[in-house]
């Protein structure tokens, strides 16, 4: 099992490293000038030297990528050019806009899909399995940001419950604060629903099918336990893999949901940072969300050699 | 035994390949042509879908988003197929050191999905449709590329091969006439499937302002602009929606029925 973890763990840094060097690299295919393209076509030859200064211009790129490398692993990101302020500072204060809404969004998306999944499989051979799935594939067309339009259209502009944009530090008002992310999180879980009570109806009915299921049916096993028991610690290998595809989708799909709700996270900071092309800034962001989703893989594989005895043991 | 899946997905998909089709021969109206005098209608006979913000024909603007998910969606998938295959191809049937370093580098491709791919390339180039299609693309090659691979892996193990190499045929001629189409069926379920995903992502990326410019009307841009406006009237909102949503069950039902039809074993 150690050497099982201490392989994906290598893997997971050398995947990180390579995707460091992809987004470093990006720097260098820029057409032209990097500082020209900041500053614009009306800068001074002075200010422009001190960019090119600022941003290490004159080194040559291994050496660039060497002690931008290194700032990294110290959690030195950089100075933003836009804000004129630490880059690792700026992802900081985002990321408890967007932290809390990945994750309440990824907790209700398990919460609605999981007992979805496995009433679809338990009930297979009857109405409600194809119905569920008729859903599910009806749920995975719809994109996440026109739920969350419809949403809006429902819950702010009929209804009037719920605000159509804007965000609320919990610090100003606990309640403003559910009230600002209720939508969103709700358009998150949603368009991820469709794909995990796919997933955990596909990975229990495989279980279902195997002859221990039988056997444990045989001895008399009440249903109900024979799933929790039995088929539920056995499907959850393939379930995880799908909650950690979801998590990662989650994550990116966050980009666009904070888009629509002018909530200020990391996804609105991106977009900022392209408009004001602020590099450091934008390659920090990029490789926080590369980074997050290696992360999530290895965190996955991980939970394999706790979940599969034939990996914890080997 | 009829296959509905193979079928609704079929025709759900052509008509939108037909939408796309007929804007190009024939448009109700000037799908930018303004008219302040006619904003936010709802359907009318005039209008069929009713007007936008800036009082254009919601339906002929539709017509032309149809050219435009489509155009995306092909070019982007497109591409992702010959490289993924390509390197796949290569992945699998030489093996050894080239073998791990192409999946390290697929593994490294999965970090980065569409939004994120577009990001960074928005970045370095200008936002636009052509930085969007590059980014699906990129970012759908690890897909194709891995489940080449995995089928010439499958492939490599038989005995016709084995005969094939004991007859003396060289390598172009064991992988064009053994392996590339016995991996046939598997590719083309999954470039199905991933032209979902590809109408999804070029219509997120519209929205955000890295896709397709506002001049040239598309899905996501036109979702864009409705959202300013949806408390006047849910039409120019619920209008692109529906028909990415259309879209992209098409794509997937197709997906699912060809995998039924062609895979014996997963029906």
Known sequence: MITYLLRRLIFAALTMFLSAALVFSALLIIPGDPAEIILGLGASPQALAALRTQLGLEQPPLTRFGWWLAGMVRGDFGQSLNYHRPVGELILARLGVSLPLALAGMLLACLIALPIGIMAARRHGTWVDPAIIALAQLGAAIPSFWLALLLILLFSVTLGWLPAGGFVPWERSPLGYLHSLALPVLALALGQVALLTRMTRAALLEVLAQDYIRTARAKGLPGRQVVSKHALRNAMITIITSLGLSLGQVLVGAIVIEQVFSLPGLGRLALIAIGTRDFPLLQGLVLVYAGTIVLINFLVDASYSLLDPRIRYA | ?267
């Open chain 2, 1 to 267: 035994m009829p296959k509905p899946n193979l079928l609704l997905g079929g025709l759900l998909v052509g008509l939108v390949v037909a939408a796309a089709l007929l804007s190009w021969v024939w448009l109700p109206h000037d799908p930018n042509a303004m008219n302040f005098a006619r904003q936010l209608e709802p359907p009318s006979h005039e209008h069929w879908l009713g007007t936008d913000n800036f009082g254009r024909d919601l339906f002929s603007r539709l017509l032309v988003g149809a050219r435009m998910t489509m155009l995306v969606g092909f070019i982007a998938v497109g591409l992702a197929i010959s490289v993924g295959c390509l390197l796949g191809v290569l992945a699998g049937y030489l093996g050894g050191l080239l073998d791990e370093v192409m999946m390290r580098l697929a593994d490294v491709l999965f970090a980065f999905p569409a939004i994120l791919m577009a990001l960074l390339l928005a970045a370095i180039f200008a936002p636009g449709t052509a930085t969007a299609m590059a980014a699906i693309g990129i970012a759908t090659v690890p897909v194709f590329a891995r489940l080449m691979r995995s089928s010439v892996l499958v492939v490599k193990e038989q005995d016709y091969l084995e005969a094939g190499r004991a007859l003396g045929a060289h390598h172009g001629r064991l992988i064009a006439r053994h392996i590339l189409p016995n991996a046939l069926s598997p590719i083309v379920v999954q470039a199905s499937l991933s032209l979902a995903v590809a109408v999804l992502a070029e219509a997120a990326l519209s929205f955000l302002g890295l896709g397709t410019p506002p001049r040239t009307p598309s899905w996501g841009n036109m979702l864009r602009e409705a959202q300013g406006f949806m408390a006047l009237s849910p039409y120019p909102a619920l209008v692109p929606g529906l028909a990415i949503a259309i879209t992209v069950l098409g794509w997937n039902l197709l997906g699912d029925g060809l995998r039924d039809r062609l895979d014996p074993r997963s029906g």
